[in-house]
């Protein structure tokens, strides 16, 4: 079983930066991908960041330039360091991870940015 813990969310005011963190545990095989989805109250999650195998990375339009996805193979880690944080980036944002046909997700960590 594969568990996923995330760290790194809380409060900070606009203009700041956090970072996550996310590490993964358990049997794994062979990891696809790992990434960061976020969902904001009353809104669909959505993919911020992810990161495959091959260091490949892909970023939500609304956050390139400001969010720099990460990864530590040896540790089985992500990392998200965001910046330049806007309120709209208020949500929990979920660690995910993706192995053979498998996902997996993290149980959340909540970022709230103040105006």
């Known amino acids: 079983q594969v568990q996923l813990v995330e760290s790194g969310g809380g409060l900070v005011q606009a203009g700041g930066s956090l970072r996550l963190s996310c590490a993964a545990s358990?049997?794994?095989?062979?990891?696809?991908?790992m990434g960061w989805y976020r969902q904001a109250p009353g809104k669909q999650r959505e993919l911020v960041a992810a990161?495959?195998?091959?260091?490949?990375?892909n970023y939500a339009y609304s956050v390139k330039g400001r969010f720099t996805i990460s990864r530590d193979n040896a540790k089985n880690t992500v990392y998200l360091q965001m910046s330049s944080l806007k309120s709209e980036d208020t949500a929990v944002y979920y660690c995910?991870?993706?192995?053979?046909?498998?996902?997996?997700w993290g149980q959340g960590t909540q970022v709230t940015v103040s105006s």
């Open positions: 995910t991870l993706g192995s053979g046909l498998s996902t997996h």
């Open positions: 358990g049997i794994i095989f062979s990891i696809n991908y």
């Open positions: 990161i495959t195998k091959a260091d490949s990375t």
